[in-house]
C-alpha cells in the first residue's frame, strides 16, 4: 500500500502527496503549493479530489491551474474556507474516498485552523506544516500550549504511522536536534544521512519519537524552549 502515496516535490521545499486508489485508478492530492509539477505528474491520470491542510500560499498556489486542468473537487475544514481558494468545500470530522478512511485531525499552532488528515486503514499521517520529519512547523496564528497539544495528540497515533510532511526541513532540523542532542545515536546517525541527502521523505512515528525534539519535550515549558531556541538557530 506504501507505493499508492507518491512524493511531489514542489516549489523550493515544499512536497505534495498523490494518492492513488487501487479500486478504481483514480487519484487524489493532499495540497497544492505549484500546479506545474502535479500536472506533469498526472499525464492523463483522474486526479478527483485535492485536500489542504492549511492556507498558506505555498500550499494553494497551484490549486485553481489543477482543477481547471482536472475538475477535481476541493475539500478544507468549514473554519479555513474564506482563506482557501474559491470552489472549495467543507470536510466533515471524517472523509471516505474510495478504500480511504480519513479522520481530519485539528491541528492549531502553526495557524489557527490548521488540519491533519489521518488515514485510519493504512496509518497514514498527512501532516502539513505541523510535524516535520525531526522538526513542527512555526507558530504563525497558535500559542505554544496549542502546537504542544496538537503533538500530544500526533504521539498518541499508532507508533507505526507513517509521517507525509508538508516540506522538506530534514537536513536543517536534524542539525538543530543535533545540537540540542549532540550525543544522541540516533539523530546522530540521521543527521548524517541528511547531509548526503539520504535520509528517507518519510519517518514513522516511532522514528519521530527517537529523532524529533518536539515529541522528545516531555512538557509544555520544555517544548516552548525548544521552539523559541529553533526560532532563533
Ligand atoms: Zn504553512
Known sequence: ????????????????????????????????????????NLQGKALKHLLFTHHHGDHIAGASDIQKHTGCQMHGIKADLEQL?????????????????????LAPGHTLNHVMFYEKNNHWLFSGDTLFIAGCGRLFEGSHEQMYDTLQKIKSLPDD????????????????????????????????????????????????KKINPFLKASTLEEFKKFRIMKDNF
Open 161 to 208: 504511522t507513517k509521517l507525509f510532511c508538508g516540506h522538506d526541513y530534514t537536513l536543517s532540523n536534524l542539525t538543530f536536534a543535533k545540537h540540542l542532542f549532540p550525543g544522541d545515536v540516533d539523530i546522530n546517525k540521521g543527521y548524517e544521512l541528511a547531509k548526503l541527502n539520504n535520509f528517507p521523505h518519510s519517518t514513522t512515528l516511532a522514528t519521530e
Open 85 to 105: 481558494p474559491n470552489g472549495t468545500e467543507a470536510l466533515p470530522e471524517s472523509w471516505k474516498w474510495q478504500e480511504y478512511a480519513f479522520d481530519i485531525i
Open 1 to 40: 500500500m506504501k507505493d499508492c502515496v507518491e512524493t511531489i516535490p514542489a516549489l523550493n521545499d515544499n512536497w505534495v502527496y498523490l494518492i492513488r486508489s487501487q479500486n478504481t485508478d483514480e487519484y487524489m492530492l493532499i495540497d497544492a503549493g505549484e500546479a506545474a509539477p502535479v500536472i506533469d
